[in-house]
DNA sequence: TCAATTGGTTTCCTAAAAGTAACTAGGTAT
DNA sequence: ATACCTAGTTACTTTTAGGAAACCAATTGA
């Protein structure tokens, strides 16, 4: 991971951020948090606008990680189901902090900004 | 912001993350807690590898978010002091945090994967 | 007169992430 | 015989993030 070179301090930061990045991984985490254990199909209908393909790359991802677990059962047609697993659940409280700094960001926004321009976002728009 | 919609409680950990992803956000970050103020171009030297035009770029949507303050001075040649608001320090243990889990994580990996193959990394390499 | 200084902006380009849609296996129900 | 089911994979396209390099403005110092 050549980021561990870029910082003093910070790589181990990103090693954090790899693993919850990726636009579909935080909600995948909550489902998974919120159920125990759920079959592909079920956390395909939990997020519609997910791709099979997307969900199996960031569930793969996952599970290299050791932070969700893949159980295959022998039987067609396919069943497949994921959980959480033990060490992954060491992750919770950070996804649970980082939920409620940006619960309350958004409040602070609002405040800052207004609730009106939803178009602009901080992504400092020109270019 | 169109993710709020996607899932019933994790468009505000999106929010937080959006904010901190961004392949320059954390360290940026990291030496504007160290620093108390900094220049652009103290910046710049700390973190030789980012290009002008990045550092502008994350500068900016941090500031967006109240997160660092932009302080110009009129002067030439020109003098611009960046530094963390008093609410981006609301920030700091949540990115303390990450840092700490992602430093633990790496160990972790490497019990599961050994410390060999440096070339993957979870990245699910085929397609 | 001309280079050096700082804090940018702009344009163009590449690489990576994400999306679309078609295809697969192998057993079961019609 | 054929359509349907699940849990994917594959090939291709689009979108976004990030990088390289040139340009700029206003003043100082040589």
Redesign the pocket.
Known sequence: MANLTVGENCGELQVALDII????KPIILFHLMENEKL????L?RAIP????????????ELEYNDIVH?E?YQQ???????SMTEYGHGLTPLLVSMRSWGTEHLKHLKELHGEDNEEQEG?AG??
Chains 1, 2 share one sequence.
């Open positions: 990045v990726g636009k579909w079959r592909f199909s079920e395909q606008e997910i791709t099979k393909k997307m969900l199996t790359s960031q569930l793969r893949r295959v067609v047609p396919p069943k497949v189901e994921y992504k020109s270019n």
